[in-house]
């Protein structure tokens, strides 16, 4: 078994960016699986509670997202995290707005991804913690505004983070 608990679940198709996340997912002890849409995220997290899910951003994943959101109900105690180019930013923050990811990274550098991983995962053990405290939002929205805030600081060495709660 891996050092952390749960999967990863790469859904969506794979670039450069998604091949190096998940190499580092797996140097930290992340099992990865490969998935073709959140249905089957569904399906197999019922054996791997907890997960991560990385969303590929692609044109022909991101619009079945957007049609049937009911698809993202399976992964209300995950961390989502989605992966984009420049091109595709204006439909993840309607994605992110929708509630469907909590954090998109834009131009990863491998070498900056250990200590966002470590953040992702703390966030992610607290957004677990909170849901049986009957505080979710609260204690969730705090730790990714500070996981947000720590990741932005990372834009000069070539980590961003585009966060679209802020009003247009």
Known sequence: MSDNEGSVFVVGESDASIERL??????????????????QV???????????????????????????????????ESLVVGVLNETDLP????????GVADVWLQGIQENELQESLLRLEQT???????NHDGKKLEII???LEKSLRMLKQDQLAGLEVQKSLMPE
Do not use: W
Request: aromatic share 6%; proline share 6%; hydrophobic share 45%.
């Open 91 to 98: 439909i993840a923050i309607d994605l992110f707005r929708a």
């Open 22 to 39: 998940i190499e580092m997912l797996e140097h930290v002890g992340y099992q990865t699986v490969a998935c073709k849409n959140l249905k």
């Open 124 to 130: 992610r053990k607290l957004r677990v913690q909170s």
């Open 141 to 143: 929205n705090a730790e």
């Open 42 to 76: 569904n399906f197999r997290a019922k054996e791997n509670p907890l997960p991560i899910v990385v969303l590929s951003l692609s044109s022909t994943f991101l619009p079945a997202l957007v049609e049937d959101p009911t698809l993202t109900t399976c992964i209300e």
